[in-house]
């Protein structure tokens, strides 16, 4: 089938009329030729005759060579459509009428059904796939989006000449000055192939991330600069004392009230443009609903999202803060305490040390500058016996009294408690 414009159409039969006509009447006074030739010898020699016949033949050739031009200028656009047509791959352009009967077909109808052209022009639609405008609800719906917007984009299922199901878009509008309806018919089974698979990914990314020991966020990001939370796991609502669904469509800033200051959107913001991960193992959050010590990691998601993985650590950083500081105050006592070691050589008669230089120094010196030691002197009994014997002996006499005493209100005490266990019996 051949598309051209009507208009053209009309102007260019009408054109080939005039030609065919005038050539009609040469060829009828082709049968009159005397008497042609013998009303033109007689009339030749008048000048207004001649400028007719002159101005006759220039009209002829005029109306031939245009009506040529606008020949090859119909084919040549006729061609060019016939190509676009042609090389409108991988989808299926066809004219259907009011009828369903396909009226025109390119030749990716046989990429996709497998049938060639001939073997469809005239044949309902039926042929290729299902029609659900059949449907009530399904045609007022197709009507009202070709009034409103043009066109109307819709799913349907398709048979090949072989027999195999296959899930089809087509695209309807109606064509120009026509009843007719063009068709753009696409072949979406890697699409749906594509779309099985990434569903089945993404559950099994939403139960890995239900099962994750971290906490995790997906935020979409809306420009100009809104990251808006998507979606979350049973450990973020865990960590962050929030509702997913409480908090679900809100941008960070709200639920992160510090999170420009603690420059979270800084690192949000890397992540989107560079595409690269990033880490942070002491972050230390606070507001005045929530109040951590963080371990997160950023990380890209596909379609402008950002993942948002985190630990609670602020249990672990507490116990490291606590061991820090006992490692600190052990170290400060540990710089208090100074010990002797090894062998230190002594004088068997006075007890002098001798030092590292050779001198030998009292023991009670040498200790005090080679420790935190400090000595007060005293006398030990014999050395009080030996030095000062009467002072001994009245110390002697003393502790002999003490003693006595003390046996004798151990005796007392023990006669006590005898009597009062006699005395209860």
């Not at 054109?15 to 009447?25: E, P």
Request: hydrophobic share 40%.
């Amino acid at each position: 089938m051949k598309l051209l414009n009507k208009n053209k159409e009309y102007r260019n039969l009408a054109l080939i009329v005039v030609v065919a006509a005038v050539f009609s009447i040469f060829s009828i006074a082709t049968h009159f030729a005397g008497s042609i030739y013998n009303f033109l010898i007689s009339y030749s020699h008048i000048p207004a005759a001649q400028f007719l016949f002159n101005f006759g033949f220039l009209i002829l050739s005029g109306t031939l060579l245009v009506t040529y031009r606008s020949w090859r200028k119909s084919s040549k656009h006729e061609t060019e459509l016939e190509n676009i047509i042609s090389s409108i791959s991988p989808d299926a352009l066809m004219i259907v009428s009011p009828m369903k009967r396909i009226k025109f077909c390119n030749g990716s109808t046989k990429k996709i059904f497998g049938y060639d052209a001939n073997e469809v022009i005239g044949h309902k639609t039926e042929l290729l796939f299902y029609n659900n405008r059949e449907n009530s609800d399904i045609h007022s719906s197709v009507n009202e989006a070709l009034h409103k917007d043009g066109f109307h984009i819709g799913l349907a299922t398709g048979q090949k000449k072989n027999g195999e199901i296959i899930p089809l878009e087509i695209i309807r509008a109606h064509l120009k000055n026509s009843r007719d309806d063009v068709l753009l018919i696409r072949d979406i089974t890697e699409r749906v192939r594509t779309q099985k698979a990434l569903g089945e990914l993404l559950r099994t990314f939403r139960e890995v991330a239900q099962s994750m020991p971290s906490g995790l966020f997906i935020y979409q990001y809306i420009p100009p600069d809104n990251f808006i939370l998507i979606d979350g796991n049973p450990k973020a609502e865990e960590i962050c004392g929030m509702k997913i669904n409480d908090i679900r469509g809100k941008d960070v800033r709200e639920i992160l009230p510090n999170a420009k200051k603690k420059r979270l959107l800084e690192a949000y913001w890397r992540v989107l443009e560079t595409g690269e991960s990033i880490e942070a193992d002491d972050l230390y959050y606070r507001d005045r609903k929530l109040s951590k010590a963080l371990k997160i990691r950023l990380f890209p998601v596909p379609g402008k999202k950002i993942g948002v993985a985190f630990e609670n650590v602020t249990e672990q950083r507490l116990w490291d803060e606590t061991q820090e500081r006992l490692i600190r105050q052990l170290r400060e006592a540990l710089t208090k305490v100074k010990t002797l070691r090894g062998l230190l050589p002594i004088c068997a008669s006075c007890k002098k040390i001798r030092d590292d230089d050779g001198y030998w120094r009292k023991v009670e010196i040498y200790v005090e500058e080679h420790s935190d030691a400090v000595f007060s002197h005293s006398l030990c009994p014999d050395c009080m016996r030996k030095l000062y014997p009467e002072i001994a002996n009245e110390i002697d006499e003393n502790e002999i009294e003490h003693k006595h005493k003390k046996n004798e209100h151990s005796s007392v005490s023990a006669k006590t408690n005898r009597y009062i266990e006699s005395a209860v019996a």
